[in-house]
C-alpha cells in the first residue's frame, strides 16, 4: 500500500467515524500511537506520520465538538424549553381569561338587546 493509498483509507476511515445511526450517539476512538506506526510503516516518515495523524484528531476533535451535543447542552436546551413552555401556559391562562370576559360582556349586550325586544312581544 503507497501513501496515498493510506491516506486515502485514513481520509474514509474518518468519514465513515462521522455517521451517526438514527440519532444513536457513536463513540469514535483514535489510537495515534497505532496511526503513527501504520504511517512509518507504509513509508512516511516520523515528522510526516506525525503531522498527519495530529492534523486527522484535529478534525476529528472538531467534529465531535462542533457536531454533537454535549450533557451541558442538552440540559441547556431542556431549560429553554421549559421556560419556553412556562411563557406559552401562562399566555394560555391570560388568553382564558380575556374569553371568559368577552362571553360575559357578551352575554350582557345580547341580555340588554333582546329583553326589550321580547317584552314588545309578550
Known sequence: MNKRNLFE???????????HDQGKI????????EVV?????????????????KIHKQVINDFMDN???SKGDVIEAKTELKADIQ???????????QLIIVKW???IIIA?????ILKQLL
Open 26 to 33: 457513536m463513540l469514535v476512538t483514535f489510537d495515534t500511537q
Open 112 to 116: 340588554v338587546e333582546i329583553l326589550p
Open 67 to 69: 457536531t454533537l451535543a
Open 105 to 107: 360582556m357578551l352575554g
Open 9 to 19: 483509507e485514513l481520509n474514509q476511515s474518518l468519514k465513515e467515524s462521522k455517521k
Open 87 to 97: 411563557g406559552v401556559d401562562k399566555r394560555i391562562e391570560q388568553l382564558n381569561t
Open 37 to 53: 506506526n501504520e504511517l512509518k510503516n507504509h513509508g512516511f516518515t516520523d515528522e510526516q506520520a506525525e503531522v498527519l495523524t
